[in-house]
């Protein structure tokens, strides 16, 4: 219906850290995570943290990656098309032949591991794959994202998530803030946020009211 269940702000430039602040605020707002609830994020929150963060928290999740939401690629990459024997610890191609394990190496430009598997043919490495963690969960959400099911529920978002934002930008010409220090811009989110919440609350009471046959100018909360 429009409200906001939790907000923040940040100065990181990426969006990726403040998923999972942001769900457990929401969590502790409304009491509890609320059973088939389609949840909505835009590419921006697409990291394998927040994936397995999502996955564990029972979470029907929604978010495309990169190339889904820039519309490169409509179908999986390459490694999507590997299946992954964790057992042996391989991935498998369509053709039978597998991918062994090499060697694990860290990634500080993006703070995280990643390990690197060869394909052999005549003992000569024909191809290598760099594979960060979560690769499964990551898979599962790719395909998701990709089936037409999956495509209807992102589409939500448009419906639910952005029109809010533009309200407050547009409508109440929330552009700017009117002071500086991250605790005070805070305060005031959070009041531009708690005015938003007020104003739908009144239209649905308003909205109530008239349809039980009273006064339409009746106005109250």
Same mark, same amino acid.
């Given at each position: 219906? /429009?409200?906001?269940?939790?907000?923040?702000?940040?100065?990181?430039? $990426?969006?990726?850290? *403040? !998923? *999972?602040?942001?769900?457990?605020?929401?969590?502790?707002?409304? /009491?509890?995570?609320?059973?088939?609830?389609?949840?909505? @994020?835009?590419?921006?929150?697409? /990291?394998?943290?927040?994936?397995?963060?999502?996955?564990?928290?029972?979470?029907?999740?929604?978010?495309?990656?990169?190339?889904?939401?820039?519309?490169?690629?409509?179908?999986?990459?390459?490694?999507?098309? !590997?299946?992954?024997?964790?057992?042996?610890? &391989? @991935?498998?191609?369509?053709?039978? =032949?597998?991918?062994? @394990?090499?060697?694990?190496? @860290?990634?500080?430009?993006?703070?995280?591991?990643?390990?690197?598997?060869? &394909?052999?043919?005549?003992? *000569?490495?024909?191809?290598?794959?760099?594979?960060?963690?979560? #690769?499964?969960?990551?898979?599962?959400?790719? $395909? =998701?994202?990709?089936?037409?099911?999956?495509?209807? +529920? #992102?589409?939500?978002?448009?419906?639910?998530?952005?029109?809010?934002? /533009?309200?407050?930008?547009?409508?109440?010409?929330?552009?700017?803030? &009117?002071?500086?220090? !991250?605790?005070?811009?805070?305060?005031?989110?959070?009041? +531009?946020?708690?005015?938003?919440?007020?104003?739908?609350?009144?239209?649905? =009471?308003?909205?109530? =009211?008239?349809?039980?046959?009273?006064?339409?100018?009746?106005?109250?909360?």
């Amino acid at each position: 219906n /429009g409200f906001i269940l939790a907000n923040d702000v940040s100065q990181d430039t $990426i969006d990726n850290y *403040q !998923l *999972q602040p942001q769900i457990i605020q929401t969590e502790m707002n409304i /009491g509890k995570i609320p059973n088939n609830c389609h949840w909505n @994020f835009d590419n921006g929150y697409y /990291g394998w943290k927040n994936i397995i963060f999502l996955k564990n928290k029972n979470i029907d999740a929604y978010i495309p990656d990169q190339e889904l939401a820039k519309k490169r690629n409509k179908k999986s990459n390459y490694q999507d098309t !590997l299946d992954y024997n964790s057992d042996k610890d &391989l @991935f498998t191609t369509q053709e039978g =032949k597998e991918f062994i @394990f090499q060697y694990q190496s @860290f990634d500080r430009t993006k703070d995280r591991v990643q390990r690197v598997y060869v &394909l052999k043919e005549n003992n *000569q490495i024909v191809k290598t794959i760099k594979v960060i963690p979560a #690769y499964t969960e990551r898979k599962e959400m790719k $395909i =998701k994202m990709r089936t037409e099911e999956g495509r209807a +529920a #992102y589409k939500i978002r448009a419906q639910t998530v952005e029109p809010v934002i /533009g309200d407050l930008k547009e409508n109440k010409l929330i552009i700017n803030f &009117l002071t500086r220090s !991250l605790e005070t811009v805070r305060t005031e989110f959070n009041i +531009a946020s708690i005015g938003h919440n007020l104003n739908k609350i009144w239209i649905q =009471k308003h909205k109530k =009211k008239k349809d039980m046959g009273h006064n339409k100018n009746n106005l109250f909360l």
